[in-house]
């Protein structure tokens, strides 16, 4: 048999017509990608053709609704212009609370964001809102209903703790993920700063900031924090931090350098971070180093710089 097309109804370019709703009680919304809808049940047809809108009308209305209205009388005319107002009506109703909802939202990931830049409890997102409340209703104390508006508008943003919670959360992720994306575009190759230190729950936390250029300019960000749980040896470090890389598709042939702190489980001639040759050999064959070019290691402790400056002083001839 021939090889033939697949019918594809989006590229037929059919239109609704206007007297399928006086035929068949049904209009078509005006957005995109609308479908025909019946006045009177509101459900939708999938294609615009007359034998499908004639179909669901004279299976599910035509009996009743030509009785109480007989086609092309005035009647049947005033009860269709009364649906057409009243669906309407429906839909600038679900459109400004949708709208309204979505602009809650809004500022509700704008507070949170603040509240995770200032790193205060995310508590602090509720007082923030009852301290927004308190400032509208003092300014527009003169204008009655202008400070109404204002005040419902406001106490409609969601600011509880869990609601900043999971806030930052999606905030976070979309933050990670334009990051990882930018790293994958980068043609040009970046640098690792790595270092590892205890958390209050005293479990170790690995953190890898990346340094490359996107293009414009050269950026600095945090690429991980990585819980090290037990024992954090050279070994562990590599296989968390590998493991990482080949999750989010990272090129390891990017790195350029490597920065530690030059503890012994970084730098250790056998079992160290960065003696671990299995990174470009074994455990990542996908990510391969390019031809020549070989990472450098520089080992810097991170506190020192603030060992440093308690300990430097300017003396006056």
């Known amino acids: 048999m021939a090889n033939t097309k697949k019918r594809k109804v989006d590229f037929e370019n059919r239109q609704f017509k206007s007297d399928w709703t006086d035929r068949f009680c049904f209009i078509l919304p005006d957005?995109?990608?609308?479908?025909?809808?019946?006045?009177?049940?509101?459900?939708?047809?999938?294609?615009?053709?007359t034998d499908n809108l004639k179909r669901h009308f004279n299976t599910m209305h035509a009996a009743s609704f030509n009785a109480n209205y007989p086609p092309e009388s005035d009647q049947r005319?005033?009860?269709?212009?009364?649906?057409?107002?009243?669906?309407?009506?429906?839909?600038?109703?679900?459109?400004?609370?949708?709208?309204?909802?979505?602009?809650?939202?809004?500022?509700?990931?704008?507070?949170?964001?603040?509240?995770?830049?200032?790193?205060?409890?995310?508590?602090?997102?509720?007082?923030?809102?009852?301290?927004?409340?308190?400032?509208?209703?003092?300014?527009?104390?003169?204008?009655?209903?202008?400070?109404?508006?204002?005040?419902?508008?406001?106490?409609?943003?969601p600011l509880s703790a869990n609601t900043a919670t999971r806030r930052v959360e999606v905030l976070a992720a979309d933050?990670?993920?334009?990051?990882?994306t930018d790293l994958k575009k980068a043609e040009a190759i970046f640098s690792l700063a790595i270092d590892s230190s205890c958390d209050r729950t005293d479990m170790e936390q690995l953190s890898v900031f990346a340094r490359f250029f996107d293009g414009k300019t050269f950026r600095e960000e945090l690429l991980c924090l990585l819980p090290l749980t037990g024992r954090t040896t050279g070994e562990i470090i590599f296989t968390e931090l590998s493991q990482f890389f080949v999750k989010n598709g990272l090129d390891?042939?990017?790195?350029?350098?490597?920065?530690?702190?030059?503890?012994?489980?970084?730098?250790?001639?056998?079992?160290?971070?960065?003696?671990?040759?299995?990174?470009?050999?074994?455990?990542?064959?996908?990510?391969?180093?390019?031809?020549?070019?070989?990472?450098?290691?520089?080992?810097?402790?991170?506190?020192?710089?603030?060992?440093?400056?308690?300990?430097?002083?300017?003396?006056?001839?």
């Open 252 to 317: 390891v042939g990017k790195i350029v350098s490597i920065v530690t702190d030059g503890a012994p489980s970084m730098v250790g001639q056998h079992k160290g971070l960065v003696s671990q040759r299995l990174w470009v050999e074994e455990e990542l064959e996908v990510c391969r180093l390019r031809p020549g070019v070989i990472p450098s290691v520089f080992n810097f402790p991170a506190h020192l710089g603030r060992v440093c400056a308690r300990k430097t002083t300017t003396k006056q001839p």
């Open 175 to 180: 933050c990670i993920s334009h990051l990882l």
């Open 31 to 49: 957005h995109a990608k609308a479908k025909p809808t019946c006045l009177i049940c509101t459900q939708t047809v999938a294609v615009c053709k």
């Open 77 to 157: 005319k005033q009860k269709i212009a009364n649906m057409i107002t009243s669906c309407k009506h429906s839909v600038s109703t679900i459109s400004k609370s949708t709208s309204a909802q979505e602009s809650a939202t809004a500022a509700s990931l704008q507070v949170s964001w603040n509240v995770a830049k200032a790193k205060k409890p995310f508590a602090d997102a509720e007082l923030m809102k009852s301290c927004a409340v308190a400032m509208v209703s003092e300014v527009l104390r003169h204008d009655e209903k202008q400070k109404k508006t204002a005040v419902e508008l406001l106490k409609q943003v």
